[in-house]
């Protein structure tokens, strides 16, 4: 369906015969009735504001139901980093001196961890976590076995997770 020379009469039929279900939709989509309400104003504002512009290739209902969504995802993103701003706008300065802090306290406690392991499972968790080299490799380095390259990362993986247990939540991805 085209909507050049959409007459306000053809509009507003469209908007009567679509609204009830598209305000359902976006009130089910966003969970509350408000947004839903604001976002088909939206949608239909803008069908109406680019009526000459915008071809509809199948089911009106599917066109609207698919700028409700997409509407009602911008909207959300643009909430979010709002939100995002708005809370770290006062605490900014607080929070990266924190972390900062944090941040040096998780390394010496690693440090410290690493330096209570075993000598060969401290070389292979080295090797292999901090020079990213591969078990196969280090097993050549070391003239040991690939078997015995995993067992000695499984005891570092273990004994630096006892060690660290507490910080998990933070090491997510730096370590294990």
């Keep these: 369906m085209r909507l050049i020379m959409l007459e306000l009469h053809t ?15 976006a009130t089910h ?3 509350d009735p408000h947004v839903g309400e604001e976002i088909v104003q ?5 069908l109406w504001e680019k009526r000459d512009a915008i071809t509809i290739t199948g089911p009106v ?15 959300w993103r643009k909430d979010v980093v709002r939100s995002e701003k708005e809370a770290g706008y006062g605490q900014q300065k607080d929070t990266t001196m ?11 406690l690693y440090r410290q961890a690493l330096e209570r392991l075993p000598e060969r499972c401290r070389e292979v968790f080295v090797l292999s976590r901090q020079q990213h080299m591969k078990y196969a490799e280090i097993a050549v380095a070391m003239n040991i076995s690939v078997k015995t390259v995993e067992n000695q990362m499984g005891k570092a993986l273990k004994i630096l997770h006892q060690e660290l247990k507490e910080y998990l939540p933070l090491l997510t991805g730096f370590l294990f």
Excluded: D, M, P
């Excluded at 509009?11 to 939709?25: S, V």
């Excluded at 924190?98 to 010496?108: I, M, Q």
């Design 11 to 25: 509009f507003e039929a469209l908007f009567r015969e679509n609204h009830a279900h598209c305000l359902a939709f």
């Design 29 to 31: 989509y966003t969970g």
């Design 42 to 46: 939206q949608v239909f504002l803008r």
């Design 61 to 75: 209902k599917a066109y609207l139901f698919s700028a409700i969504r997409n509407t009602a995802i911008s909207q």
């Design 98 to 108: 924190a972390a900062g802090e944090e941040v040096k306290e998780l390394e010496r």
